[in-house]
């Protein structure tokens, strides 16, 4: 570390948070190119400084679980995300990626995300990485090969297992996705069409090559309600089996009935560690999650996907027997009060953006059931909704949890739009840093930085980004913790956080004292530690 050198920027006085869990100590970081090239008391030349009194410098946040795979095309500024503090983002969660593709039109019409802006022209995860790279990200991407996706592409979207060719086929084409730049993990969704239809033994086999190509294993689980300790020991079963690294998405218990089960959850995933499968969990800070109402309905209504729905509504005999089997769940695992329309495509059911499906049916004069599948009749099986059915207590619980990350769940948008999507897309990282850490402590700083840095990049096996290390990539972040909160509410989601001050990505300024520079430097992530 020479102080003759100049530096392209220094950051100067700060207090550094390594990403570790140390705790923080005065220093300054130096730059070069897209490396960091020092870290120590200085003081460094340098040809730009940037002054981080009574701030903390902290590695540039690792976002675990999002799906901005589907809107970084029309969005590659990425205000939401930059403006939390986070510099990479790892797609295709839920088993929903947008490779590979055989039939481009039904790969687009299969997804939860069908009405975003993609071109659909490639057919791998090469095709995909170049167009993610095209449209300029803000930020760094690594993508996941979803389960979802494969299913399309090799067998359609039936009720149905796969005889040993398709097995093999998706296999292979998982074993393909993992020889292109960028690619990190493999996701299942497991309440998603047509995952939903795979036993157990289709998951080990599939895991098991990824597991093979070093993927990470991500699993949206099949149950978060009832079965929720169920579907976790299910996942721990298949990673064990097939020998992966296993990330539980957004762990939480949906529906007051089930509330505290997370505590069951998180003693299962202690027990698995502690004989050796490495396995981990992510959570987002709210007590709502968000999916698409058509993730509701029985199963064998949806077999076919949403053409198959679409034709079962349509029969009254049919329809009714959805109607009643939805209506069951109510006041066990959904609550119609608190499931509320966040977007939905122009029609009949625009005006009921932000109502809940209790409050459309007292509206049209009939039930919460019949309104929910009157919405998806009307809008071609897609409308997104917000569930608010989780509590607090759980949250923190698994917040406060040393095996689990911080994670969004969210897209990568403008700051302006429509609808009102969930707040967790604008303020995830410093809803954290400002309720968790700050106001209702749950956990030290130094513990709530690790959770977003240093522990989601151990899960997708990356070394040169998470930590503010000598020779590491220069994802830095600034950040005043007395003022950094996020400012999104359901009832008006389009609010940036506020409170980070400026963000490095690959040595390059993309929020310098609180304003966007119009900087794109993101990259696909490699595999690789500091040099």
Not at 30 to 40: K, S
Not at 342 to 347: F, I, K, S, T
Not at 510 to 523: P, Q, S
Request: with cysteine.
């Amino acid at each position: 570390m020479n102080h003759d050198i100049t530096y392209d920027i220094v950051i100067t006085g700060g207090r550094v948070i390594d990403g570790t869990g140390r705790p923080a100590e005065r220093a300054d970081v130096a730059v070069t190119g897209d490396t960091i090239a020092a870290i120590g008391p200085g003081p460094y030349a340098a040809t730009t400084r940037i002054d981080a009194t009574d701030r903390v410098v902290v590695p540039g946040f690792i976002d675990l679980h999002s799906h901005a795979d589907f809107t970084v095309a029309g969005h590659p500024a990425a205000e939401t995300a930059i403006a939390q503090g986070v510099t990479t983002l790892v797609t295709g969660n839920c088993g929903q990626s947008p490779f590979p593709v055989r039939d481009p039109e039904e790969a687009r019409l299969s997804t939860a995300f069908r009405d975003f802006p993609l071109s659909w022209d490639w057919t791998d995860a090469a095709g995909f990485g170049a167009a993610v790279m095209a449209a300029g990200p803000a930020v760094n991407v690594g993508l996941q090969v979803g389960h979802n996706a494969l299913r399309v592409a090799v067998m359609g979207q039936q009720d149905r297992a796969p005889d040993a060719a398709e097995l093999r086929e998706m296999c292979s084409l998982i074993e393909e996705s993992a020889q292109h730049p960028g690619v990190v993990g493999f996701s299942t969704g497991l309440i998603y069409i047509p995952g939903l239809f795979a036993d157990s033994e289709e998951l080990i086999t599939l895991v098991s090559a990824a597991a093979s190509c070093d993927l990470l294993y991500s699993t949206h689980m099949r149950s978060e309600t009832s079965e929720l300790v169920e579907a976790v020991r299910e996942a721990i079963d298949t990673a064990e089996r097939a020998g992966a690294r296993l990330e539980i998405s957004h762990l939480k218990a949906m529906g007051p009935e089930n509330w505290g089960t997370v505590d069951g959850a998180l003693e299962l995933i202690d027990a698995a560690r502690a004989r050796g499968v490495d396995v981990t969990a992510d959570v987002y800070p709210y007590t709502a999650s968000s999916t698409d109402l058509f993730s509701r309905v029985p199963k064998w209504a949806v077999d076919g996907g949403r053409p198959g729905l679409l034709a079962r509504l349509a029969d009254p005999v049919q329809r009714a027997r959805i109607a009643e089997e939805l209506r069951s769940r109510f006041g066990r695992d959904i609550d119609p009060d608190g499931v509320v329309i966040a977007d939905l495509a122009p029609g009949e059911f625009d005006r009921y953006v932000g109502w809940s499906i209790a409050q459309i049916g007292r509206d049209r004069g009939v039930d919460a059931a019949e309104a929910a599948l009157d919405a998806l009749a009307a809008h071609g099986g897609s409308v997104t909704i917000i569930n608010h059915a989780m509590s607090e207590d759980d949250v923190r619980a698994v917040l406060a949890h040393p095996w689990v990350s911080v994670a969004s769940d969210g897209w990568m948008l403008a700051p302006v739009g429509p609808g009102k999507p969930h707040p967790r897309s604008f303020g995830t990282f410093p809803r954290v840093l400002g309720r968790y850490v700050r106001d209702q402590p749950a956990m030290p700083l130094e513990e709530a930085i690790r959770k977003m840095t240093t522990l989601p990049a151990s899960r997708i096996g990356i070394t040169d980004r998470g930590s503010l290390t000598f020779g590491a990539a220069a994802d830095i972040v600034v950040l005043d913790p007395d003022s950094v909160t996020d400012t999104s509410t359901y009832d008006d989601p389009w609010q940036l956080a506020r409170g980070v001050c400026t963000v490095l990505v690959n040595g390059t300024p993309a929020l310098l004292d609180g304003e966007f520079t119009k900087n794109h430097a993101g990259r696909l992530l490699e595999k690789r530690g500091p040099e």
